[in-house]
């Protein structure tokens, strides 16, 4: 059988027995550590789940105001576009007057001349003033009624709020001073008779 020894309290004991006890604890001293980590991987895994969850939901969340935000700009900066004129009414205006000189002659009379000469080119300015005036205000009030289709809950920010009631209110502005002057009610041509 085992031989017999002597252990540190002076107990006699089998070699064989004290070895296999020895492995037993030692077993169970590394299940007990394995155990503990990988609680403690549970613990983390558990802890970081709803971080990581949140962290996409803020970036997520952060970027759905971008459009809306760039939206609300261009509309606000169109609606200045209607008022102050454009490359685009400029050049439009131009071309009218343009053609208004080559179809009048020397031989036509002054009302001719000043209307084709004048007035189709302030009402290419007013036409284009009116163009940009629209779709400022239609842009702006996308962005506004945007949130009612959007994801309920997220509450638009109120930055874009404020610019795109200032790209409506431009808009509006930009169109009645279009209409008016289009009807020459505003600036109308100078009466010729």
Do not use: C
């Not at 962290?55 to 200045?80: M, N, P, R």
């Not at 289009?182 to 600036?187: M, S």
């Amino acid at each position: 059988m085992g031989t017999k020894t002597v252990d540190e309290t002076g107990v006699k004991t089998d070699d064989e027995k004290t070895v296999k006890a020895e492995e037993e604890a030692a077993t169970d001293q590394t299940v007990g550590e394995a155990g503990e980590a990988e609680d403690a991987a549970a613990d983390t895994d558990v802890d970081t789940a709803p971080q990581a969850a949140a962290g996409g939901a803020v970036e997520k969340e952060g970027s759905t105001g971008v459009g809306q935000g760039a939206a609300a700009v261009v509309s606000a900066g169109l609606g200045i576009v209607s008022l102050t004129g454009s490359w685009v009414g400029t050049v439009a205006s131009a071309r009218e007057s343009l053609i208004g000189q080559l179809e009048t002659s020397s031989s036509s009379n002054v009302g001719t001349l000043i209307e084709k000469g004048y007035g189709d080119a302030w009402h290419a300015t007013a036409l284009w003033g009116g163009a940009f005036a629209l779709v400022a205000l239609i842009v702006g009030v996308v962005v506004l009624a945007r949130p009612a289709f959007g994801a309920p809950g997220r509450p638009q920010a109120p930055w874009i709020k404020s610019v795109s009631w200032a790209g409506v209110a431009l808009g509006v502005i930009g169109l009645l001073l279009a209409v008016l002057k289009y009807t020459d009610v505003l600036l109308g041509l100078p009466s010729t008779g």
